[in-house]
C-alpha cells in the first residue's frame, strides 16, 4: 500500500531543499572609533564586530581588538571615551607590536608607551581591506617615523605592512592570523626589554582586578619561569582569564621562523613573545603569529582548571598549533 505525504509537509519539504541554508555575511568597514579617540576598522559578521583595528590621533599605537559572541570586548582598550588613562597599565591594549628603544641615525624611541606628536608615531597611510565568505583581511601600510628628518627630507624609520585575517572556524572561535612586514628604511635597531617589544595580546581592563583568577599554559610545557620563559623553541602560549561571569581563553601561536626566544607573561593579563633585532638599511623583517579567542567552560576548581580540562586545553592548543605550521608550511 502507497503511503501518501501530507500535502502540508510535502510544501514544508520542499521549500526547504529549495532554501540554501543561511551563510554569515563579512564586512569590513572603516569607521570613526566608537569607544574612544581616533578611528576603527570593524571586522563584522552578520552586522556584529569580531574584531576592530583602532588607530590614528589620540592613541599610540595600532593595535587590534576582539570581541566576544555576545559583542562583549575581551581586549583593553587602553583609554576611556573621553581618551584618558583607564586600568593598570593602560598602553597595552589588544593585539599589538612595539619596542621600548627604536634606534637610529633619527634619534632614540620609545615605541610602545609613547606615540604622537612631538614623539616617534606610527602613520597608517593605506588601507587594502576585504570581506570574503570566510572571514574579514585588514591590511593596514605603516610608516614608523621619527620626529626628525634626514638630509633627504624623510623621518621615516620603518615601513610596514600589517595583515590581520579574521575568521570564525566552525562559528565556535576567532581565528586571527597575524603578518608584520618590516622593511628598514635606514639602519635601525629593535629593542627593549622582555616586557617591553615584541608581539603581545592583552586582555580587558577588568582582568587586571582579578589577576588572581588568571593561568597560563605553555609549550614547550617542561620549559619554567616566573613570567620569563626562556627556550629555543617557542610554540604556543595560553591564558585562561574571566570578564563578568564568562570565562575565556587566547592563546598566541609563534612561527619556527621568527627567532623567538623569549615568552612574557603577567598574571594581570598581559602576555606575548620578545625578540629583539638589528637591521641595517633595506632589511626586511617578517614575524607571523596566529591568535585563537574563545569562549570556555567555568574552571572546575575556579578559578582553577582541573588536571582534565588542563589535559583538554593542551591539547586543542597543541592541535591548532599543528594547523598553524600546516597553513603556513
Not at 220 to 229: I, N
Request: proline residues 4%; positive net charge; hydrophobic residues 35%.
Amino acid at each position: 500500500m502507497k503511503i501518501q505525504t501530507p500535502i502540508y509537509l510535502t510544501v514544508a519539504l520542499a521549500f526547504l531543499t529549495a532554501t540554501p541554508l543561511a551563510k554569515a555575511e563579512w564586512n569590513v568597514v572603516e569607521k570613526a572609533n566608537p569607544l574612544g579617540p581616533g578611528s576603527a576598522v570593524d571586522v563584522l559578521q552578520n552586522g556584529k564586530p569580531v574584531a576592530r583595528l583602532v588607530h590614528g590621533e589620540g592613541q599610540i599605537k595600532p593595535f587590534l581588538h576582539v570581541f566576544g559572541s555576545g559583542g562583549e570586548l575581551v581586549t583593553n582598550p587602553g583609554l576611556d571615551k573621553a581618551g584618558k588613562g583607564a586600568g593598570l597599565f593602560n598602553h597595552h591594549r589588544g593585539i599589538f607590536i612595539g619596542w621600548n628603544k627604536v634606534s637610529s641615525e633619527l634619534g632614540n624611541y620609545d615605541m610602545w608607551h609613547r606615540g604622537g606628536p612631538g614623539q616617534g608615531r606610527y602613520d597608517i597611510v593605506k588601507f587594502e581591506n576585504s570581506a570574503h565568505k570566510n572571514g574579514g583581511n585588514i591590511v593596514a601600510h605603516i610608516k614608523w617615523r621619527a620626529t626628525k628628518k634626514d638630509d633627504s627630507g624623510s623621518d621615516v624609520i620603518i615601513t610596514e605592512r600589517r595583515i590581520f585575517k579574521v575568521s570564525r572556524p566552525g562559528d565556535k572561535y576567532t581565528q586571527i592570523d597575524v603578518s608584520f612586514e618590516l622593511k628598514a628604511e635606514r639602519d635601525v635597531s629593535l629593542g627593549g626589554d622582555l616586557q617591553h617589544a615584541g608581539v603581545h595580546f592583552r586582555a580587558h581592563t577588568e582582568v587586571a582586578k582579578r589577576n588572581k583568577e588568571t593561568s597560563y599554559l605553555w609549550e614547550p610545557s617542561e620549559a619554567k619561569g616566573g613570567g620569563r620563559v626562556i627556550h629555543d623553541k617557542h610554540q604556543w602560549a595560553r591564558l585562561l582569564f574571566p570578564i563578568g561571569k564568562r570565562w575565556y581563553t587566547a592563546q598566541e601561536m609563534n612561527s619556527p621562523k621568527n627567532g623567538v626566544k623569549e615568552l612574557s607573561w603577567r598574571d594581570y593579563g598581559r602576555f606575548g613573545y620578545f625578540l629583539a633585532k638589528s637591521l641595517k638599511k633595506g632589511d626586511s623583517l617578517n614575524l607571523r603569529f596566529r591568535f585563537a579567542i574563545e569562549e570556555t567552560d567555568e574552571p572546575a576548581n575556579a578559578p582553577k582548571q582541573s588536571e582534565v580540562q588542563i589535559k583538554q586545553s593542551h591539547k586543542k592548543c597543541s592541535q591548532r598549533y599543528a594547523a598553524f605550521l600546516k597553513s603556513i608550511d
